[in-house]
């Protein structure tokens, strides 16, 4: 009889812990942070290449305000000279300078789970590599391939850069990302970073 009441109060226990956590039914295991930025405003950005999506600007994705939103590495930089399209503004006159080895990683942002598409203007003799970092509230980081981008030498959208994010298994209720930039087999440029779609914290 004693043995039997230990089961059962241990058993209660680990239900108790497991409601403690319980989340809705459309969430995962582990949320993740809030974002530090969120942009409410969203166009079609890239429309002039048959693309109909509405798009929000990255933390600092014009990077007309310097790279105060970028963690930059390897002799990353903002340099002269706009993407040719002025897609953000007219009045522009800025990109980010990547030689080959460098990266760039925004500040994290509102994103919703699901399908995403990322798209930035670029130019160059190197390629390219997108990765999202998710970060949990107890610090676990996931960081998932995004694909990579050849830049040829006249400024060029890139194509949709996706990621279905329910790859990762259900493990992370997703409202906020932060996306590395990584420059190899030679320098480019980028600018006019935009993301779509986004969510509301």
């Avoid at 002039?48 to 939103?69: H, Q």
């Avoid at 990322?118 to 694909?147: C, E, P, Y």
Wanted: charge should be positive.
């Amino acid at each position: 009889m004693a043995r039997r009441l230990r089961l059962f109060f241990g058993l209660t226990g680990v239900l108790a812990v497991l409601a403690g956590f319980a989340l809705p039914s459309n969430a995962g295991l582990l949320g993740t942070g809030s974002a530090s930025y969120c942009d409410p405003y969203s166009f079609q950005a890239f429309r002039p290449w048959s693309d109909s999506s509405n798009y929000m600007l990255t933390p600092g994705g014009s990077f007309e305000s310097g790279t105060t939103a970028w963690t930059l590495t390897g002799g990353a930089k903002t340099t002269s000279g706009n993407e040719s399209f002025y897609i953000h503004s007219k009045s522009d006159s800025k990109s980010l300078s990547m030689p080959s080895g460098s990266t760039a990683t925004s500040q994290t942002m509102c994103f919703a789970a699901g399908d995403w598409h990322l798209r930035f203007v670029s130019k160059g003799s190197g390629r390219i590599r997108v990765t999202i970092q998710v970060n949990s509230l107890v610090g676990l980081v996931s960081i998932l391939d995004g694909g990579t981008v050849s830049a040829n030498g006249n400024w060029t959208p890139s194509p949709r850069v996706g990621l279905l994010l329910s790859n990762v298994g259900g493990l992370l209720t997703t409202k906020a990302i932060s996306i590395k930039l990584s420059a190899s087999n030679g320098s480019v440029q980028i600018d006019d970073v935009y993301l779509d779609p986004w969510k509301d914290t």
